[in-house]
């Protein structure tokens, strides 16, 4: 995963991807003297997560996970941050569980880590486990049952910092707007998300999902991690040209997700924590929609680059 963290009012600009995996071409930028972690091609692929909101509304959103390891920066030792062990566990927990499950535990985290199919993976699972001692890094990943976030929490990488008890809902999503409402297929539409942080919390996800408005498909959607979220009010954008997706698609032989004449929702979510998780430090602050319409005239939208402008937090 890649992530904007909102130290300044700031904007996340993300491609939706279709519903199998595909591959995106990603760069990383920072502002002012900060510097980044993450860039280059990335491949993607997609799992499920179920998200319920305060009225009991839920809704299932086809979450954007990276599933290839090639440019995530390897830090040094003893530097391991809440943005790369999130993002290393996304990828790697799933088969160190299976295998711990299925074949039991080495004594060393080189034995362990060595299951990986992947040298890149295997080099940063050392990395991971050898900054916690290889009982630690096997009791956090069997505690976690396959969520990153809480497994980065559990061995102190990344904060676990809850809303105050004065303040349960520190984190409020204050509009959801989609711009324009009404354009063809080959326009470039834009969502923006405001919401605001009254209270410092902890790791967490944000979230975006686009679903026709009569339920006749499912949901696709990106979004990102952050290690902490500080005071402020702030800005998530979405970027995404339907006719774009579209090929996409086809390219991987899906049916086209966007259809002249249908009305769309965009629906942002935020969380501490890992959106639908059930551990602690789990929250959902807010779910919010607003609607917009492909129409059946042709717009003037360019296919659209993937930019995600992310701030170095580690």
């Given amino acids: 995963m890649m992530m904007m963290i909102p130290t300044t009012r700031s904007s996340l600009i993300v491609l939706l991807l279709c519903l199998c995996g595909l591959s995106l071409s990603a760069s990383a930028s920072a502002s002012a003297a900060t510097s980044v972690s993450v860039e280059g091609k990335k491949t ?4 499920s997560l179920n998200v319920v909101d305060n009225s009991g509304a839920s809704m299932q959103v086809s979450k954007v996970v990276s599933s290839s390891l090639k440019d995530i920066a390897i830090p040094e030792a003893g530097g391991v941050g809440c943005n790369f062990c999130v993002q290393i566990m996304d990828q790697i927990i799933q088969n160190l ?5 299925n074949i039991g535990v080495l004594g060393t985290c080189a034995g362990l880590c060595s299951n990986l199919p992947k040298k890149l993976e295997q080099t940063a699972c050392n990395l991971l486990c050898d900054a916690v001692g290889i009982e630690g890094f096997v009791k956090a990943i069997q505690a976690a049952d396959l969520d990153p976030i809480y497994y980065c929490q559990l061995v102190k990488t990344c904060e676990a910092k809850d809303c ?7 984190v409020t999503i204050d509009s959801v707007s989609v711009n324009p409402g009404s354009a063809g297929l080959d326009a470039q539409f834009t969502a923006t998300a405001q ?11 944000i979230q975006f999902a686009l679903m026709p408005v009569d339920g006749s498909g499912e949901p696709i959607g990106s979004g990102d991690m952050f290690p902490n979220l500080e005071k402020g009010t702030f800005n998530a954008q979405l970027q995404f040209q339907p006719s774009n997706i579209n090929q996409q698609c086809e390219q991987q032989q899906q049916p086209d997700f966007f259809t002249a004449g249908k009305e769309y929702e965009v629906v942002f979510v935020i969380c501490e924590g890992q959106c639908g998780s059930g551990h602690p430090h789990t929250k959902l602050f807010g779910m919010m929609r607003n609607n917009f319409n ?5 717009g003037e939208g360019k296919i659209i680059s993937v930019s995600r402008k992310l701030l170095k937090f580690n």
């Fill in 97 to 101: 569980m299976n295998y711990i499950l």
């Fill in 44 to 47: 993607y692929a997609l799992k």
């Fill in 294 to 298: 492909i129409t059946n005239q042709e």
């Fill in 164 to 170: 105050p008890s004065s303040i349960p809902n520190c």
């Fill in 195 to 205: 919401y605001t942080v009254t209270e410092e919390i902890g790791a967490g996800e």
